[in-house]
């Protein structure tokens, strides 16, 4: 079994062809649960498995969390994703479409390596995210001890995207605070969790506790949903660099409150880590 270990920005992911779980008669999820665990198996967030069986796009992907859950987008899986099927030649140009669970994605792999992705647009409407009450920006959540103010939406994936003060831990809170929000009743299909810092208009900080994953190094729809989040609160530009604890990405978008439907943009790295046969 030929296994390849991708990561963009410390999010790092197991890639497993598709013929592999037909020759060896594999579960996708219970394959995902055992690869990724960082202490019996090789460690890694989630497992990318390309599908070359689509209609409407040129190829698509089956993506797992490391519990076995399955995930309807990853923006630093996409890019780990595209460059190893065009390096493996399972599609032939530089920019195409990935079908996924969140809808078709267009990556364009860039001369330099990295990848800069189409996320599509923002999801805002709260039925759609899925978030239920009805006001799914700067709503008031408490959890323990603590009223946290956040903003709803989605990426293809729902996130809870909450702004902190510069003297905040957002490591220590992400850590016990992530796990609650999470699973909040207010997410009928669980969230993830943003605890951004704005550095400047154009800059910010980011830690994320990922539905599914736990504590990841970075999450790419996570930081196009907190530009999001930032434009419309309007403390943020249009291009904004998002520093991660793993490294930086940068995201685009030309929306503002009136044109929220306009697409969102992630540009960074994706880089191997090794290739073995197990």
Known sequence: ???TKMQGCGNDFVILDYEEFVKFNLSMSDTAKKLCD?????GADGL???????????????FFNSDGSTAQMCGNGMRCFARYVRDKGLVTKDEFLVKTLAGIMMPKILEDGSVRVNMSKPILDSASIPFVPNDNMNYRMAVKNIVFEGNAISMGNPHFVIFVSPSED???LAKEYGPLIETAAEFPEKTNVEF??????????LCVWERGCGITLACGTGACASVVAGILKGCLNNSVEVELLGGSVRIDWDGDKVHTGRDVFLTGPAEYVFTAEL
Do not use: Q, Y
Request: hydrophobic share 45%.
């Open 1 to 3: 079994m030929k296994i």
């Open 38 to 42: 960082r202490h019996f198996g090789i």
């Open 196 to 205: 951004i810092k704005i550095l400047s208009p154009d800059k910010i900080k």
């Open 48 to 62: 990318i498995i390309p599908n070359t069986n689509v209609e409407d796009a040129d190829i698509g992907w089956f």
């Open 170 to 172: 957002m490591l220590k």
